[in-house]
RNA sequence: CGCGGGGUAGAGCAGCCAGGUAGCUCGUCGGGCUCAUAACCCGGAGGUCGCAAGUUCGAAUCUUGCCCCCGCAA
């Protein structure tokens, strides 16, 4: 069973790793995005998938569109292509490629977070679990079939980073299981019920007028990047980590009720209020709360503005 | 030449504009108080002020060049 790889970011990395220790040679070809520039300087940057394939010693293809370029990708002759966040619709043309199907690795419990961010987006709306979802891509976004799927809790301590590694760790055995059993034909599927499809994330200002249970929950799920950010004073702060604390004060949503280095920054929300425990203020580095404190520029009293 | 912030003790910062004995908060070490403490009080150690050159009697501070870090935007 000849197998093609296509993913991009991080989150694909696993899983390609997994394929590979379960199939060696016979993953004949990883298909990734092209080179992007990145950073302040806009270097062109090759995305993990192809670092990681590289260094497995397996052909790259790296098509600007796939559909205009399905030549190469027949030529690798495979049974069925395995998806991971690969980042680019496929036609009909593509899935028709492989006699055996194309198997997409989604990130949600489908068919709920269709699309682009479903981490950031189930940690924003505050879910209590999520979980990864193996399914037989068809043309509709993310409404294929589905052959398995697995749950994880999300945790108050989670923030997108630390549940993407852990559901990126679950993508990676749940394709293996599912390989096997495509490979020995001894599967069958389920449908989809109504499911919705979620946007890709932005950089969000955070309002403070939200319950503290919203505050945290925008500020984990886009930790860390693209970040949610306030302004205090002259500065912006990117909010790493925050949790909720109970609060009695009676003063207005945003104000700064505790800036001491013991108690962190606590900022009166909606309801309760979050005490920020990680931050960057623009132009500085990642640091903790206490360190930020310490330097004082942030006191008691204050209170974050939103300009718009 | 995309816009911008920054490099001062182990950490986070002030001082720079109007050059002249290195300051704050925290940590750390020692001592004290206390039944006790992450609390409080007293004391100490710890800094080539990113690098180089220049101006000056004198530069963290002014001028020039270079290195490094970071936020936005792509």
Request: hydrophobic residues 40%; neutral net charge; contains cysteine.
């Amino acid at each position: 069973m000849k197998i093609v790889f296509a993913g991009t970011p991080d989150f694909a990395v696993p899983p390609l790793q997994a394929i590979y220790k379960a199939y060696g040679s016979d993953l004949v070809a990883v298909v990734t995005q092209p080179d992007r520039p990145q950073g302040r300087r806009g270097i062109l940057t090759p995305s993990p998938v192809k670092e990681e394939a590289l260094s497995l010693g397996l052909p790259v293809l790296q098509p600007e569109r796939l559909r205009s370029d399905r030549d190469a990708l027949a030529r690798c002759g495979a049974d069925l292509m395995v998806t991971c966040a690969y980042g680019q619709i496929l036609t009909q043309e593509i899935l028709d490629l492989f006699p055996m199907g194309v198997w997409n690795l989604h990130a949600s419990l489908l068919p709920a977070y269709r699309g682009a961010a479903p981490i950031p987006r189930a940690l924003i709306d505050g879910c209590r679990e999520t979980g990864v979802t193996v399914m037989k891509t068809e043309l509709g976004l993310d409404t294929g079939d589905m052959l398995l799927s697995a749950k994880t809790p999300i945790y108050d301590s989670d923030d997108c980073g630390t549940l993407e590694e852990r559901l990126s760790r679950l993508s990676a055995e749940l394709a293996v299981e599912a390989l096997a059993m495509i490979g020995e034909g001894n599967f069958s599927l389920r449908k989809q019920g109504e499911g919705f499809v979620c946007k890709k994330v932005q950089r969000t200002e955070v309002d403070f007028a939200k319950s503290a249970r919203e505050v945290s929950c925008l500020i984990r799920g886009l930790s860390p990047a693209p970040f949610a950010y306030a302004r205090i004073g002259a500065l912006t702060l990117n909010f790493w980590f925050a949790e909720e604390v109970p609060c009695e004060a009676d003063v207005p949503a945003g104000t700064v009720v505790g800036a001491s280095p013991k108690e962190g920054l606590v900022v009166k929300c909606g309801t309760g209020a979050v005490c920020v425990t990680e931050l960057q203020p623009a132009g500085g580095r990642r640091m903790s709360a206490r360190d930020f404190l310490n330097g004082g520029k942030v006191r008691e009293g204050m209170r974050f503005e939103r300009l718009s």
